[in-house]
């Protein structure tokens, strides 16, 4: 392995290890959907809203003069007001969740759960064996990091719409509450992540082509540089 594709695979490397970082971020945050209701709907000065994740959902209480008057939903999340988080229950008892009445569809949200725990574990099947790729100076070790990284960015973007699944089936359980649901920061965190890790993931496969486009690429940059 030349220094020059040595590189070029710890640029690669990098580039995956940013997908993961956003991935690890996302999935440990609650704030996948925010799910509110209409801010007069109990008639007083307080509403309330939720919004949850992978593990943990926390309902919270908001001063209605403090939302934007041309909102007409309670939130978003970041204003001031009591907040009460509690982890999902199904993963230990076998509890539904329940908010604001309606109920939370266990099945779907565990199996979006499982899907990005297991890219988290191809993730580090590919660190490792980039790790190991570098460490020894070979590259027989990209193609399998290749499958990796692009499966685990797969994984991913597919527990972001299993998971959107198991909102819309929240919502659906029950219609007596009125309630408008967002996709919040933690999915764009999430779904950017699985674009990096599966582009991270071509590189690796290019780099691991005899002739490959990077080195034209590279090539043709150096010579117009001399």
């Known amino acids: 392995m030349s220094d020059s594709q040595e590189g070029k695979i710890k640029l690669a490397f990098f580039i995956a290890l940013i997908g993961v970082t956003l991935t690890v971020l996302g999935m440990g945050t609650e704030f996948w959907v925010e799910v509110s209701q209409p801010k007069h709907f109990r008639n007083n000065q307080t509403c309330e809203m939720a919004h949850y ?46 908010i604001f009445k309606k109920t939370t569809q266990k099945s779907l949200h565990i199996t979006g759960a499982m899907l990005a725990l297991f890219s988290l574990f191809l993730m580090v099947m590919g660190s490792l064996c980039i790790t190991m790729s570098l460490s020894k100076s070979v590259p027989f070790f990209l193609k399998p990091a290749t499958i990796c990284f692009v499966f685990s960015g797969i994984l991913v ?70």
């Open 157 to 226: 973007l597919l527990s972001i719409i299993v998971f959107h699944q198991s909102v819309l089936a929240l919502l659906a359980s029950d219609h007596s509450i009125p309630l408008h649901h967002e996709l919040s920061w933690s999915v764009a965190c999430v779904g950017s992540a699985g674009a990096i890790l599966i582009f991270g993931g071509l590189m690796f496969l290019l780099l691991s082509l005899p002739y490959n486009p990077l080195d034209k690429c590279f090539g043709q940059q150096s010579s117009s540089d001399g």
């Open 53 to 98: 994740g992978l593990w943990k959902s926390c309902i919270r209480t908001l001063w209605v003069s403090d939302i934007d008057p041309e909102r007409e939903s309670c939130g978003p999340a970041e204003l001031p007001g009591e907040s009460n988080c509690t982890f999902f229950k199904f993963y230990t008892s076998g509890e539904n969740a329940v």
